[in-house]
Structures are given as structure tokens and as C-alpha cells.
T-cell receptor, first 114, second 113 residues
């Protein structure tokens, strides 16, 4: 089974803190994604990466950055957390650019910024 | 870009009844339509998908239909069971886009015994 794991299930941070959300996949997938999920808004793509050290902005990249130093790991960084970044964050991976079917999601990290 | 509308936002059915969730999309070039199920505390999981060269696809109690002319697709769950209770998301994309999977806002399905 493909596994996408996220470092924390729940996280509470203060406004202004730098926050790192880590995601690891164990199936040698090329593509990795970060989404945020908010009630009534569904899933919105923040950033994605199709290769090591490569990144592309999604629909809502403002206030976020990402890092992909190794193929299996994709980190989402909140440089200075704000209360409007309180949300559920979902990481996903897929095999390669032509394979949409294998989009596996992690369990999510519920981040609260106070 | 692609805009995916999903209805209803909440749906309550009795065990054994059918449930239908509908989605519309705006980009006529979209040709891949997956459905995801998200149970409480878990990430979304792909349950069924359909490509634009097919009008209907069935997998046991789950079926998806696609009307390309009207640009809408639907998820049908028959003989619903309490374990079908979850949030369901539709999505639309171009098969070769690689990345851009546009999601609907989700439908919270509750199946009551």
C-alpha cells in the first residue's frame, strides 16, 4: 500500500511563528502536492512539485513556501503564521505527470494558529 | 481555469436508499473525473473515476455517469450503508495536465440506520 505520512496530526502555533509541515511518501512518486481544506471551500492547491528541487505555485500560494530536497519528502513552510492559516493541511503524491489516478492523500495536519 | 460545482453540500438518506451527488464543470476540455471519499480523520481516497470517452462506470454499489454535452457528472451509491457516511468530493481535470485537479466543495453524506 502507498503511504503518505504527515509529521503531525494536530499542531497549535502562535501568530508570527515559523511553521514546518512535513510530508513523506514511500512509493517513489515524482509528484507531491500540498492542499488546504476548509469547510465550504473544499480542497485548494497551495503548491506542488514534480521533481526534486522543483516547485510550482498552485491556486493559493500566498503566505506559504515549500521545499523538496529529497524525492520522498515535501515540506510546507509558513514563514510567519497568521490566524487565517488555521486549517486542515493535506499532502498528496502521485506517480508522475501523466498519472492522475494515483493521487494518494495523507491523513492531514490540523493546524491552529492563535 | 476549471470551475467545479458540487451539489448538494449535505445529504441525509436512510440505510438501503440510494444517494446521488451531482457535479458540473466549466472547461469542456476536461476529460478526467474522479470521485474521492473522505472519512472522519482521514485523507480523501479515490473511489471511482471516469474518462470522457465513457458515459458510465460501475463498481459494485457505486456508479458514475458523465454527460459531456451538459458538462455534468454524478455519483450514484445504491443500497447505502452507515459506513458510506463520509464527505465526497468530485474533481475534474485534463488527463495529461499532470497536476491541475480541480475539486468540488464536497458533499457530506449521512446514512442513518
Amino acid at each position: 500500500d502507498v503511504k503518505v505520512t504527515q509529521s503531525s496530526r494536530y499542531l497549535v502555533k502562535r501568530t508570527g511563528e515559523k511553521v514546518f509541515l512535513e510530508c513523506v511518501q514511500d512509493m517513489d512518486h515524482e509528484n507531491m502536492f500540498w492542499y488546504r481544506q476548509d469547510p465550504g471551500l473544499g480542497l485548494r492547491l497551495i503548491y506542488f512539485s514534480y521533481d526534486v528541487k522543483m516547485k510550482e505555485k498552485g491556486d493559493i500560494p500566498e503566505g506559504y513556501s515549500v521545499s523538496r530536497e529529497k524525492k520522498e519528502r515535501f515540506s510546507l513552510i509558513l514563514e510567519s503564521a497568521s490566524t487565517n492559516q488555521t486549517s486542515m493541511y493535506l499532502c498528496a503524491s502521485s506517480l508522475n505527470r501523466d498519472d492522475l489516478k494515483t493521487r494518494y492523500f495523507g491523513p492531514g495536519t490540523r493546524l491552529t494558529v492563535t | 481555469g476549471e470551475n467545479v460545482e458540487q451539489h448538494p453540500s449535505t445529504l441525509s438518506v436512510q440505510e438501503g436508499d440510494s444517494a446521488v451527488i451531482k457535479c458540473t464543470y466549466s472547461d469542456s476540455a476536461s476529460n478526467y473525473f474522479p470521485w474521492y471519499k473522505q472519512e472522519l480523520g482521514k485523507g480523501p481516497q479515490l473511489i471511482i473515476d471516469i474518462r470522457s470517452n465513457v458515459g458510465e462506470k460501475k463498481d459494485q454499489r457505486i456508479a458514475v455517469t458523465l454527460n459531456k454535452t451538459a458538462k455534468h457528472f454524478s455519483l450514484h451509491i445504491t443500497e447505502t450503508q452507515p459506513e458510506d457516511s463520509a464527505v465526497y468530493f468530485c474533481a475534474a481535470s485534463l488527463v495529461n495536465s499532470g497536476y491541475a485537479l480541480n475539486f468540488g466543495k464536497g458533499t457530506s453524506l449521512l446514512v442513518t440506520p
